[in-house]
């Protein structure tokens, strides 16, 4: 039997219930530039990275060929590549109150990044990290391809996000059980003076397990977004949980919200940014993405704690801009205040004779060739 029913807001009507009623968009009277800045902040990292890369091949290529090609200064900078040595080394320098001679740099590194994970979110990883540009582009890649993008599910995605922390844990357990004479010993050692050597031989003389490891995780990088990054990143990890006391978070302004979702499908994180006021994540990467396709006026901003209204109740939709303009944080800004730390602290590190490790060219020259028969 079939029977008519009243369209939803007559419904709604007959029954005292108040229809939904749709926002008004106030628009936005600029475009947004977010991704195009931060593009920009990739591209330079990955140049400067690729950069290192050369010198540093070059460099060690003069010890293997025992002097027979030109010889280029190590670039320190290469010790970005070892967390791991960064994390003794500040663990050192917290005991000792010295800091060490070998891979000095790698602490400044560490200092660095924590600190800018500490004043922009977890901006480390969105803007910083020629790994986790690389896995943002292989995701889009493997969109482009299959026109979407895997999804691990919630009964999966859960401990699966797990594992990046039980690393991040074992790794900090190893190093603070350690002596501060263990660590210095650790440090000045054959091994830990040529761990930087150590990595590249990895890379060239990689054997077929490490071909098929690699080879995973670049398929599940293009398949699934962020994979690397969002499992199994200790770095990451550590960076997540300093993210948590940055004064900064992405905001949500309820009255400006239109309610499209369009932030939350475009979260490389899989955060419900549309029904939450801020986002205290350690999974927000302070990447922005969610603000770049937002189209209401202010709607979301990267900002401190907003500003209250002067009113509580009925604030016009064209004002709501006054909620922002004492905290929101211009992707101009989060640019300059990222560059502002990173040259800032390696400029410091430099002037006090921290930056490079001074290690003789001799022993060099002994023990580069040889790095393959240092055990740890």
């Known amino acids: 039997m079939l029977t008519l029913s009243a369209p939803p807001s007559e419904a709604a009507a007959t029954h005292n219930v108040p229809a939904k009623q749709k926002k008004l968009l106030v628009r936005r009277s600029s475009p947004d530039r977010s991704q195009e800045i931060r593009r920009c902040v990739q591209i330079a990292l990955l140049l400067l990275n690729a950069y290192i890369g050369i010198r540093f091949v070059l460099w060690v290529r003069y010890f293997e060929s025992q002097g027979n090609s030109p010889y280029i200064e190590r670039p320190a900078g290469v010790d970005g590549w070892l967390p791991i040595a960064g994390l003794m080394n500040l663990r050192y320098y917290l005991v000792t109150h010295h800091i060490p001679a070998i891979h000095p740099s790698a602490m400044v590194l560490v200092c660095v990044f924590v600190l800018c994970s500490l004043l922009v979110k977890k901006s480390f ?204 944080l211009k992707p101009q800004v989060v640019a300059a205040l990222l560059a502002l730390v990173f040259f800032g602290l390696i400029g410091a590190a430099r002037a006090s004779g921290h930056w490079q490790t001074n290690i003789p060219r001799e022993i060099y020259m002994q023990l580069v060739p040889n790095a393959d028969n240092f055990d740890h």
């Open 125 to 328: 990883c969105s803007w910083l990290c020629p790994v986790g540009t690389a896995s943002e582009y292989l995701w889009k890649l493997g969109r482009k391809l299959f026109r979407r993008s895997f999804t691990v599910p919630l009964w999966l995605d859960l401990p699966l996000r797990s594992v990046k922390y039980f690393l991040l844990a074992f790794f900090l357990i190893v190093i603070f059980a350690m002596t501060a004479k263990e660590l210095g010993d650790f440090l000045v050692s054959p091994f830990g003076i040529v761990a930087d050597v150590k990595m590249l031989d990895f890379f060239r003389n990689i054997g077929a397990l490490g071909i098929v490891v690699l080879a995973a995780l670049f398929v599940l990088s293009v398949l699934i977004q962020n994979f690397w990054c969002r499992f199994l990143c200790p770095y990451g990890a550590l960076m997540g949980i300093v993210s948590v006391l940055s004064p900064v978070k992405i905001r949500r302004d309820a009255q400006a919200c239109i309610d499209c979702g369009r932030c939350n499908k475009a979260c490389p994180s899989h955060l419900p940014v549309d029904r939450l006021v801020q986002i205290p994540s350690v999974e927000c990467t302070g990447c922005m993405e969610c603000i770049a396709v937002c189209p209401a006026e202010n709607a979301l901003q990267l900002s401190l704690a907003t500003r209250r209204p002067r009113t509580s109740e009925g604030l016009p939709a064209e004002a709501v801009a006054a909620r922002w303009w004492q905290s929101a």
